[in-house]
């Protein structure tokens, strides 16, 4: 059977929030033909969440012209300013009641996004890493923001025994060993709502972590600690929404305790790396003075000048 757009909707949820399966509501009908939801999830809703049964590509579009003479009443050269230089990153989930730049109070141009079910590191997700490097590498962010939020589909679906089938059963697999690392203080808590909560931050604590674990975030903290600032950057914020009141907290964590615990292990760089990468001469100098160069910042360089005195 034909339907036009307008008289059928296909639902697809926010990943995070309504990762348990899908529904396809008919305006016309009332019907809708679905998944059923695995044991322990809020069943289903009989129509789109948010979304009109009648609302279509036409209506986004005039509702754009429209914010378009909004913003360009107040100032006309409003898209022509904009800027991109953004202060943060922002790793948050998928979940459409968090947008970023609404909560955060923040301007257009001043936040870099990228968002995943459960706002999830994984060294295996080119989406978030080529983002990463670019707002590290490129755009030299300052700031990254890991935001997890309550109420969460996601990690929800992960506790669940239920096989949410590839590929979004492997990716939920993560948040699962999150669980297994944190499983001795998980379950002491009896109230599954709250355990629900602390799996939530404590989610938000091991993607910081994994954010620690990258390249591109160790070579931009050490060149930035070598160039005397402050602090290294990007710092790395943890934070938790609970859309039922639209408060942002801070997850309190020691980041500084946790990752001195991984040194040695997801270490990439040392300090004298960077210097000895960047202190070589030009090509036409000889071997010789290249090796004494980058000697001169290792613990080799006593033993060289004392055979050079010799």
Not at 100 to 115: I, Q, T, W, Y
Request: charged share 25%; with cysteine.
């Amino acid at each position: 059977m034909k339907r036009s757009l307008k008289s059928a909707v296909l639902f697809i949820g926010a990943s995070a929030s309504r990762a348990e399966g899908f529904a396809y509501w008919n305006k016309n009908s009332g019907s809708s033909h679905r998944q059923p939801a695995p044991k322990g999830m809020p069943p289903l809703p009989t129509e789109p969440i948010g979304v009109e049964g009648d609302k279509d590509l036409e209506d986004i579009l005039a509702q754009n012209r429209k914010y378009i003479e909004d913003q360009t009443a107040e100032d006309p050269e409003f898209f022509q300013k904009l800027p991109n230089k953004p202060n943060y990153f922002w790793i948050g989930c998928t979940d459409a009641r968090v947008p970023a730049n609404v909560l955060m109070g923040e301007p257009a141009g001043n936040v870099f996004v990228c968002r995943n079910v459960a706002n999830m590191v994984v060294n295996t997700d080119n989406n978030l890493l080529a983002s990463l490097q670019y707002a590290v590498a490129y755009l030299k962010v300052p700031h990254i923001i890991v935001c997890g939020h309550y109420n969460c589909g996601g990690i929800r679906a992960a506790v669940t025994r239920f096989n949410h089938m590839p590929p979004l059963e492997n990716w939920l697999r993560n948040i699962r060993d999150v669980y297994r690392v944190h499983r001795v203080e998980l379950d002491r808590i009896k109230d599954p709502e709250e355990r629900h909560r602390k799996l939530v931050e404590l989610n938000v604590v091991e993607q910081c972590v994994n954010l620690y674990k990258t390249g591109v975030v160790q070579r931009q903290r050490l060149e930035t600690k070598k160039e005397g600032g402050h602090y290294p950057v990007p710092q790395i914020h943890g934070v938790v929404y609970d859309p039922k009141v639209g408060l942002l907290k801070r997850v309190n964590v020691d980041f500084a305790a946790m990752t001195d615990d991984l040194d040695g292990i997801y270490d990439l760089y040392e300090m004298s790396y960077l210097e000895m990468t960047e202190n070589l001469s030009p090509s036409n100098s000889t071997v010789e003075e290249e090796v004494i160069k980058v000697a001169e910042v290792t613990e080799e360089w006593p033993t060289i000048k004392k055979k050079q005195k010799s």
